[in-house]
């Protein structure tokens, strides 16, 4: 085969094999400093009933608030140059390149609420795979007519639009009315390109070019040039597409989760960088165009709400009962990492589904399903199994070339303490007489986000056993190596993903995220076509229009699609009521009915049964069809956010940083939200009380009692334990009173609170408690 790219292998195995290498922080001032100048771009808060009649824009009033606080001795720039974005959907202000003295000129001005700079922010990508039980003759596609009249509003790097899964084949052939947004023409890209399918396609970099002055835009358009926006939308709303596949694995029917649905990009991240700024440029313009959704996998580490703009803007989106699904990040497993960690939005954590591909198949009859996605149907038959305890072939490339010379056949590489398994994948790739081989390992970051170069499968440990036996009992051992095969009820399934970021929330720890998990790892979905998905050896490079990525990315368009299936269902709902829908529908046990389990490796969160918390899962697995029809919501008002943040002891200019208007008041600060799920951050034992209120959205009258099942150290009461319900939407409160008998030193617990209807329990409505010490903050 011909090599379609040249890369040299080091740098190819480093961008698949490592962590995320994306994963930098944004913490701490010197981010996107101009390191020419002092000038940096700000994202300035303004306060809108200020507003100066005099002008007759917004864009005008700012233009001027930034004339008045430059200093005269640079005149050179121009007003446009100053001003990068005016915001009047998603915040309320503006963006500009300022010197540290014009800011503070800035401060002094009429109308001027808070300043900070601007920052990168962090994509939630890598290599993947998905599936929800969803069917069109029931549930909530049924329901929804397959997301049809919805909007999804994608922030994320372009999009692919010769794509198959962008075809308009299908979809009604008018624009939905309430639809404002436009097609924007750029490098490669001219609004022919937008359809029924796709809608809408904008890009954002003034904040990117004020930040990097000497950068050069590869695509300045709506074009994906990355792979990430291409496979996150036809996640989220992907038309059918026949046949689609990954070199032969996990062949299909490739479709969205809301197939029907229309898409509409906002392309905020470039190769180049990405930035807050342009972010809530993206933002505020999918508020302003309609979209019924905003889907964001993608976030901004270790920062305050109040100058987070994917917290400003969903706020923002809120209010306009728009559902904002965010990514948690995939800086897991340790706790703490998340980011998104925003109440008003649905944080998403990412799972395994019950997928697998390849297998290995002993001279003895046994099969072994592994895992592999060598690309190519590479002949590994019947050939002899090498298994050498002693001589560690994979260890060196000198030894493992020697034994490859003599003997013919599958070598078995054994788990070793001096080289880790990808050192070894990388040997036998470079090793090219090798005819096959069986690496042993169990590392999540093989297992959720590795690729193999050469003709060869991965196993456990576990399965490794009989694999040995058989090498070294046998006087002939045989094996073979069977490519392209998709194994599907792999138990147990969903697992919590190794990388998914964990709760708490650093930046608001007091509500229990993430809220929900939905497939994240292998997921198949369309890419972009020039760009290498699987390597064979060291010099064949080969692209793919349907690639697998794993990542918290792939897990946030499962649950925008499946808010907007909900939406069109069930119109009436607010965001919060759809939140609730699927919080509480979701699953908390696998396939094999036992509670989820975490597939970190080491578990540095470990707990006492061994099954996944809440602070990795949040409520637990999305179940869609579940979630249309819950029994009971928890609904928030707007006002209801605002006590959180006043609660916070955030300042008043904080606060409007993040409502835009001062119609919101303070009077009654509170860190409980009328939430779906309970957490309690402990300092010493005492009782720590919750309110709740449940408002009935099921056919009519309707009673419920409570089970409760306590965390270890902890006692839950809960009062009364009987709601009744004589009509729909009415709505009945309750009280939680969680005494917390432990001290710092304890660890961290959980439990839950069901309501289950009575009468064989059509309804169940959970919702998990974590009770934790306040020091894992
Ligand atoms: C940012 O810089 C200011 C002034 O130089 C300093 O007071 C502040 O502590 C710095 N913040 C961080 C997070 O480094
Ligand atoms: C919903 O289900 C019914 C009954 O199975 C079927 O006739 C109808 O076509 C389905 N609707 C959609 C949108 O598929
Ligand atoms: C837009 O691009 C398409 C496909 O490349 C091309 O056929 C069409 O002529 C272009 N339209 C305009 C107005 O440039
Ligand atoms: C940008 O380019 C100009 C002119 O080529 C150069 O003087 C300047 O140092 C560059 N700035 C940065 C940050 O690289
Ligand atoms: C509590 O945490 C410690 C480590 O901090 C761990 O060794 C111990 O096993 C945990 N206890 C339980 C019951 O999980
Ligand atoms: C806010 O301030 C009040 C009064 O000083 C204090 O009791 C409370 O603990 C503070 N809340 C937070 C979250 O810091
Ligand atoms: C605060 O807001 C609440 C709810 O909107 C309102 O009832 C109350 O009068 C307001 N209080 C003040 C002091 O403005
Ligand atoms: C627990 O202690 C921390 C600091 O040690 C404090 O900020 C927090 O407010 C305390 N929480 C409670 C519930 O007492
Ligand atoms: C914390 O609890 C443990 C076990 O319940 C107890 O042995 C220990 O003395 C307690 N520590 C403190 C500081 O109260």
């Not at 994306?22 to 940096?40: A, K, M």
């Not at 109440?343 to 697998?356: C, E, G, K, L, Q």
């Not at 990388?426 to 090793?431: R, Y």
Request: charged share 15%; net charge negative.
């Amino acid at each position: 085969m011909e090599p379609c790219f040249v890369f040299p292998l080091k740098s190819i195995l480093f961008l698949i094999i490592t962590t995320p290498w994306f994963l930098f922080s944004i913490d701490g001032n010197n981010t996107n400093r101009d390191e020419s100048s002092s000038s940096s771009t700000y994202i300035v808060h303004m306060d809108k009933s200020q507003f100066p009649n005099i002008f007759s824009t917004h864009h005008e009033w700012f233009q001027a608030t930034i004339q008045s606080s430059k200093l005269s001795k640079t005149p050179s720039s121009s007003k446009e140059q100053l001003l990068l974005y005016s915001y009047n959907h998603a915040m309320y202000g503006f963006s500009a390149t300022l010197t540290p003295q014009e800011l503070n000129s800035l401060r002094n001005s009429y109308g001027f609420v808070s300043a900070y700079l601007d920052r990168t922010a962090t994509m939630d990508t890598t290599h993947t795979f998905e599936f929800l039980n969803l069917n069109p003759n029931f549930g909530l596609w049924n329901a929804s007519n397959l997301g049809e009249g919805m909007i999804v509003g994608m922030i994320d790097s372009g999009v692919w639009p010769e794509s198959e899964s962008f075809k308009d084949d299908g979809m009604e052939k008018s624009l939905p009315l309430k639809w404002k947004g436009t097609c924007e023409e750029g490098e490669g890209f001219n609004a022919s390109m937008c359809n029924f399918k796709l809608i809408g396609a904008r890009y954002f970099n003034k904040g990117l070019v004020a930040s990097k002055p000497n950068v050069t835009i590869k695509m300045n358009s709506p074009r994906d040039h990355d792979g990430h926006g291409s496979h996150t939308s036809s996640t989220v709303a992907g038309n059918y597409v026949h046949g689609a596949n990954f070199f032969g694995y996990a062949k299909g029917v490739a479709r969205g989760i809301a197939p029907r649905a229309r898409l509409a990009m906002y392309k905020v991240s470039w190769e180049e960088g990405r930035q807050a700024s342009d972010i809530l440029a993206g933002m505020d313009q999918a508020i302003a165009d309609g979209v019924d959704v905003i889907s964001a996998s993608m976030g901004l580490d270790k920062v305050p709400l109040y100058e987070d703009s994917i917290a400003i803007a969903s706020f923002a989106a809120m209010e306009k009962g728009i559902v904002v699904s965010t990514s948690a990040g995939n800086a897991g497993p340790n706790l703490g990492t998340l980011h998104n960690g925003i109440p008003w939005v649905i944080n998403v954590a990412a799972s395994s589904v019950d997928r697998t591909f390849g297998s290995l198949v002993l001279g003895n009859g046994e099969t072994i399903i592994g895992w592999t996605l060598f690309a190519a149907d590479a002949i590994v038959q019947d050939l002899q199994l090498v298994y050498d305890d002693t001589l560690s072939a994979c260890n060196s490339l000198q030894r493992l070339s020697e034994v490859a010379a003599t003997i013919s056949g599958i070598i078995v590489c054994k788990a070793s303490d001096s080289i880790s398994v990808f050192d070894q994948i990388k040997l036998v790739t470079m090793a090219n007489n090798v005819k096959g081989a069986v690496f042993i390992s169990d590392n999540p970051e093989l297992t959720e986000w590795g690729h193999l170069y050469s003709p060869s499968i991965v196993i456990t440990p576990k399965d490794a056993e009989s694999v040995i036996n058989y090498a070294q009992t046998n006087k002939n051992p045989k094996a073979t190596i069977n490519f392209q095969q998709t194994f599907l009820g792999i138990e147990p399934s969903p697992l919590a993903a190794h990388y998914s970021s964990r709760g708490p929330s650093p930046s608001f720890p007091w509500i229990l995220k993430p809220d929900i998990m939905a497939p994240g790892t292998r997921v198949l979905a369309a890419y972009i076509p020039h760009k290498t998905t699987a390597t064979i050896g060291t010099n064949v490079f080969l692209p793919s229009e349907y690639n697998f990525q794993s990542g918290t990315s792939m897990a946030c368009p499962h649950v925008s699609a499946v808010a907007a299936l909900l939406k069109s269902a069930r119109p009436e709902w607010s965001v919060a009521a759809i939140k609730s829908a699927i919080m509480t529908t979701a699953n908390f046990l696998d396939n094999t009915k036992n509670p989820i389990r975490d597939n970190a490796k080491p578990n540095p969160n470990p707990n006492p049964n061994g099954f996944a918390s809440p602070l990795a899962i949040g409520s637990g697995e999305i179940d869609p069809n579940r979630a249309l029809d819950p029994g009971l919501v928890y609904d928030s008002t707007p006002q209801d956010y605002v006590n959180l943040l006043c609660g916070m002891n955030y300042s008043s200019d904080q606060i409007l940083t993040i409502t835009r208007s001062r119609s919101y008041n303070c009077s009654n600060p509170s860190l409980d939200l009328n939430y779906p799920s309970f957490m309690v951050l402990y300092n010493k034992s005492r009782v720590h009380k919750f309110r709740r209120t449940v408002t009935n959205v099921g056919d009519g009258g309707a009673t419920y009692s409570v089970k409760v099942s306590e965390p270890i150290g902890s006692s839950v009461e809960v009062y009364p334990r009987t709601l009744v319900f004589k009509d729909k939407n009415e709505k009945q409160s309750y009280e939680v009173n969680i005494m917390v008998h432990m001290n710092e030193t304890n660890n961290v617990s959980f439990g839950d609170i069901v309501w289950v209807e009575d009468g064989g329990g059509k309804h169940a409505v959970r919702s998990p408690i974590v009770v934790a010490p306040f020091g894992i903050v």
